[in-house]
Nanobody, 112 residues
Framework: VQLVESGGGLVQPGGSLRLACAAS????????MRWHRQAPGKERELVAA????????NYADSIKGRFTISRDNVKNTVYLQMNSLKPEDTAVYYC??????WGQGTQVTVSS
């Protein structure tokens, strides 16, 4: 099983990024997926979740209305579209599968 995140980087406040998490080694379309983040000195936070079919999503209050989780069950990939980014969104972002597999994370830094 492998989960590989990509798309992180440095962006100015108010900017956008799209994270991707490519999955392999399991039947991706049968499992819910989640995005988490962890900022320096803070506990890990569940950011967003999506059902196996993609018809049900949930978001943390801190990002609601700015981030959108989606998935492509043909490409075995889950996405996190992040808009109106704020400095407090700076963190390492991880994807997790319902079975408990984790990716290595991708750094997102929001700074002017």
């Amino acid at each position: 099983v492998q989960l590989v995140e990509s798309g992180g980087g440095l962006v100015q406040p108010g900017g956008s990024l799209r994270l991707a998490c490519a999955a392999s080694g399991f039947r991706f379309s049968r499992y819910a997926m989640r995005w988490h983040r962890q900022a320096p000195g803070k506990e890990r936070e569940l950011v967003a979740a999506i059902s196996y079919f993609g018809d049900n999503t949930n978001y943390a209050d801190s990002i609601k209305g700015r981030f959108t989780i989606s998935r492509d069950n043909v490409k075995n990939t889950v996405y996190l579209q992040m808009n109106s980014l704020k400095p407090e969104d700076t963190a390492v972002y991880y994807c997790e599968s319902q079975q408990g597999y984790w990716g290595q994370g991708t750094q997102v830094t929001v700074s002017s």
